[in-house]
């Protein structure tokens, strides 16, 4: 069975206990930030802030409103970030989370190519650019937590039900059932289709290009696109070690073949 989270734009007050909580479960360093006189605090995810929520005017005229999206790993079907990884540092699992296994398994996976980061389409993987030896970083839906039938962090957080976990089929019907009851929602759910679909979706009371939502977008996974090039990165990668190997051999300097007999010889006066 593949979960997900239904993710409720409507009834979210932005208070920001999801951000919070994830923080506080996964032991992620707490951020001082610079006054922007901006509400979103941090204002981007970063390797230590794998949930954020974000705040819009939207809507017309009258109609003008304050809304609040939480963002994070939208832990897709078929991930980007999986397939563009040719050390396969990231996992889809049966339960529905994209984890990353260096962090959850074993460490030695990860090369620091950053791929993944170009791969994604929702722009979430985020690099420890500060750390000796570093690691892509992002939310892993609380696999730990699901592991021991537990709900993710954030959803435990949630005090208004803005945030519902649960199967993702459940999910998908109960999300048709709340907008086609109410006219107030925009009839899509986000997530649904969008690059071949996502674990955590969205419906809304304003549209979702009011929302920093990419719209018009295929779907179709990214994998689908470029599963045929990118089946070739690895031999590409061994291929460019054999490369510069065979060149060292053929440019290598003769004198590295000395003789040291003949080098260190006494020098004849005569010749
Ligand atoms: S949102 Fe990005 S990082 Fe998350 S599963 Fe999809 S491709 Fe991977
Ligand atoms: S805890 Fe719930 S209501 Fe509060 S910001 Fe997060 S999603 Fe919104």
Redesign the pocket.
């Known amino acids: 069975m593949s979960n997900g989270v239904l993710?409720d734009i409507s009834?979210?007050?932005?208070?920001?206990?999801?951000?919070t909580a994830c923080r506080t479960w996964n032991d992620l360093p707490v951020k001082t930030s610079q006054n922007t006189n901006q509400w979103d605090v941090p204002v981007e995810l970063d390797a230590d802030t794998w949930t954020r929520?974000s705040c819009y005017l939207a809507g017309e005229g009258n109609e003008r409103r304050w809304r609040?999206v939480?963002r994070q790993c939208m832990h897709c079907n078929e991930p980007a970030c999986e397939s563009a990884c040719f050390t396969h540092s990231f996992l889809k699992t049966e339960e529905g989370p994209v984890i990353y296994k260096p962090t959850e398994l074993n460490k030695d996976y990860c090369v620091g190519c950053r791929y993944c980061m170009i791969a994604c389409p929702f722009n979430v993987p985020k690099f420890q650019y500060e750390k000796t030896f570093p690691y892509v970083q992002k939310c892993r839906f609380c696999y730990d937590r699901l592991l021991e039938n537990e709900r993710p962090a954030?959803i435990t957080?949630?005090?208004?039900g803005?945030?519902k976990y649960g199967d993702r089929q459940t999910l998908l019907a109960e999300a048709r059932q709340r907008i086609n009851s109410n006219s107030n929602y925009v009839k899509h759910i986000y997530g649904e289709k969008e690059y071949g679909g996502t674990s955590w979706m969205y419906i809304s009371d304003v549209p979702f290009e009011q929302l920093g939502f990419k719209t018009s977008v295929s779907e179709k996974s990214i994998p689908s696109y470029t599963w045929q090039a990118l089946k070739w990165t690895p031999y590409i990668f061994a291929g460019w070690g054999a490369m510069l190997t065979a060149m060292r051999f053929f440019t290598k300097p003769k004198e590295e073949g000395h003789n040291e007999a003949e080098m260190y010889a006494p020098v004849d006066p005569k010749e």
């Open positions: 993710v009834k979210c007050i932005g208070c920001r206990s999801c951000q929520v609040f939480k954030c957080a949630c005090p208004t803005a945030l």
